[in-house]
């Protein structure tokens, strides 16, 4: 007989359902990459058979499209993970660390879109409440944010937020390769609705 009572799950069959879950998300990208290259490839051969035999020269240039192909959509997919998580605001010197507000940022990349939320008191600066949505796009190294709500059954926009999550290579330094995406994102409010972010300020990542 089934007992009324639930039976408490374990940590470890909790933790094996989000490795099986993990699993199938990897999986789920893997063939749609999969598949995505190879109508690529397909698409890059009918186009050249297509065009005469001077295009048909070029196909064994096709490789080499294919394997940058596959390190684009890889990298992409490595750069939505790193910005994917809760980034924390941290005080780059000591001296500001009594002036700067709590901010928390809820981010979401993917295809190189980006969603979520930010929290912090001092968005009661612009509304009621103490948190408001996001929503940009990535550009190059950096994040077009604009912060939102929506007041009064009206979209609002309440900020414009450049967030650079690379930096630079040094090419003094051969051997240094920038990670795709920094621990902490360096934040420069670029517009505000009425004054309440800091000018300019930094978010370290504090959870995937």
Request: charged share 25%; no cysteine; hydrophobic share 40%.
């Given at each position: ?22 699993g ?19 698409s ?12 048909i ?20 997919h ?21 002036t700067?507000p ?88 670029v517009?505000?609705?009425k004054p ?13």
């Open positions: 007989m089934r007992s009324k009572y639930p039976i408490p799950r374990s940590p470890r069959n909790q933790q094996k359902r989000v490795d099986e879950r993990h199938v998300q990897w999986r789920t990208w893997i063939v749609s990459g999969t598949w995505l290259l190879l109508g690529a490839v397909l890059a051969i009918i186009g050249l058979i297509s065009q005469g035999p001077e295009a020269r070029n196909i064994p240039k096709i490789p080499a499209a294919v394997s940058e192909t596959i390190d684009r959509v890889w990298e992409a490595q750069i939505d993970r790193g910005l994917t998580g809760t980034w924390r605001v941290v005080s780059l010197k000591a001296s500001d660390a009594a700067t709590d901010i928390r940022l809820e981010l979401e990349s993917k295809g190189g879109q980006v969603e979520g939320a930010l929290y912090s008191p001092v968005i009661r600066n612009w509304t009621i409440y103490d948190m408001a949505l996001i929503e940009g796009y990535r550009d190059g190294r950096f994040l077009r944010v604009t912060v939102f709500d929506f007041v009064g059954g009206k979209r609002t926009k309440l900020a414009d937020l450049t967030l650079r999550f690379q930096t630079e290579p040094d090419e003094g330094i051969t051997d240094h390769v920038p990670p795709l995406v920094e621990d902490v994102l360096e934040v420069e409010a517009w505000q609705l309440a972010l800091p000018k300019k300020f930094a978010l370290a990542h504090v959870a995937s």
